[in-house]
């Protein structure tokens, strides 16, 4: 190749040396004159345009971006990353500022939670406690002293009217009767030959044979012998009588709930202390169930009215009982109302003094409105409601309170239906404060209450 004068190719591997300068070598090694301007010096050619593709823009050649541009790409995320955690503070930061503006444009006002009082069901349950009883339940004692000669009924068996039940072995009771037997018919033949002398003497007394004091004698002696004869029969009588106390009959058809007693069983007359009963025995079909109902409830326990009884042994079991009698006083000490409700048991799944819950199913008035119990508040001068205006202001209502429900009070009177209550309402405010109501619960209630039906309309659809 011609190379003008002053230069002499030199080939490394970084380029081309001039005059001991190393020159970057360009992808076309040759010179031309081309090159060489209008004051003679020889400009290098201009490097060739390169295809995008082949720089690597598509990934397929080299895969990586120009300096400058990965530069700009990563300033372009960096800050839109500072903007993004500045939107995320800033935001917030507005809400808290909005909020504490609606605050100050609020004032001094107090936020508040109101509801609607309620209107009670035309009809209240009442469970109390109660202890069912056989409708008969006595004990069975010993009328005469001596041992258990045998039994034949225990504990769960089903007895008739009259029917054995034990024997007692009573020896001297026995060794009486027959002693008695002899002393009647003894005196029952003095009694006979008594007899037959008056007769003789009142033949003789018409003969005037014998005197009208011999003939009174003679009476006296058959009136005497008459009376010890009666009195014989009545002592035999007596003792036959507890001979017959020896056999332990049934009184009545029931069902036998306890027996302390075994062959051989010492067992003593009567009922003292320290004397166990032989057996007791209960009537189960129709039970009595007793109730202690406070004494506020008094006046709504009326005789005639319907009750339920259920027992928690008794899952899904309901007996339907009705009120035959109450004490008509009230205990002093415990201030409650015995009151008994009879209810069948046919099935006999109530047993005797078994705990049961009684269901008293009472009249309410018309008048009667329910609120929360943490909306009244108790001062020395009466019982007071804060109820909230159409103003927003503060309003006391005093009023009289009725039964306390537990999570509701009840309101006789002092209350409108359609007053909203202040529910825990604070000790600082007085009657005319402004007021924010923050939350309404009786809308909140009815939202709920039709959601909860219209799922139960297409439930049952």
Known sequence: ???????????????????????????????????QGADGVIEPPSAPEVAPEEVGFTGKSCGKLPKGRGIYRFAVLFGGALLALFLIGLIPRLFNKIALHRA???????????????????????????????????????RVNGYIKNWWVDIGERVKEGQLMAEIDAPDIDKSVEAYEGALHSAEANLVI???????????????????????????????????????????????????????????????????????TLVSLGSEKGVHELYRVAVNDLMRVYVAVPQNYVPQIQVGSWADVTASELPGV????????TAQAVDPLSRTLLTEVDVGNPDGRIVVNMYVDVIFHLPT???????????????????FLLVVDK???VRFRKVE?????????????????????????????????????????????????????????????
């Open 1 to 35: 190749m011609n190379m003008p004068e002053g230069f002499e190719p030199v080939e490394n591997g970084s380029g081309l040396v001039q005059g001991g300068q190393e020159t970057p070598q360009y992808p076309d090694k040759r010179w031309s004159r081309a090159h």
């Open 104 to 142: 100050m444009l609020a004032g001094e006002k107090i936020a508040v939670s109101v509801t609607l009082p309620e209107k009670p069901k035309p009809l209240t349950d009442l469970l109390l406690p109660g202890t069912a009883r056989g409708y008969y339940e006595t004990p069975i004692w010993a």
């Open 194 to 264: 008594a007899r037959i002398t008056l007769d003789r003497w009142k033949g003789l007394i018409l003969t005037r044979a014998v005197s009208q004091q011999a003939l009174d004698e003679k009476q006296a002696m058959y009136d005497a012998a008459l009376a010890r004869v009666n009195a014989a029969r009545g002592q035999l009588q007596h003792y036959e009588q507890l001979k017959s106390f020896e056999k332990i009959l049934a009184p009545f058809t029931g069902i036998v709930t306890a027996r302390n007693i075994d062959v051989g």
């Open 318 to 325: 309901v007996y339907h009982g009705i009120v035959v009698r």
């Open 365 to 383: 008035a018309s008048t009667l409105l329910l609120v929360p119990v943490n909306s009244v508040v108790y001062r020395s001068d009466g019982n």
């Open 391 to 393: 103003d927003s202001k």
């Open 401 to 461: 309170l009725g039964h306390d429900l537990g999570n509701q009070m009840e309101i006789t009177a002092g209350l409108r239906p359609d007053e909203r209550v202040i529910l825990n309402p604070p000790d600082s405010l007085e009657d005319g404060d402004p007021v924010v109501v923050a939350a309404d619960l009786s809308k909140a209630a009815d939202e709920k209450s039709k959601k909860k039906g219209g799922h139960e309309d297409r439930g049952a659809r």
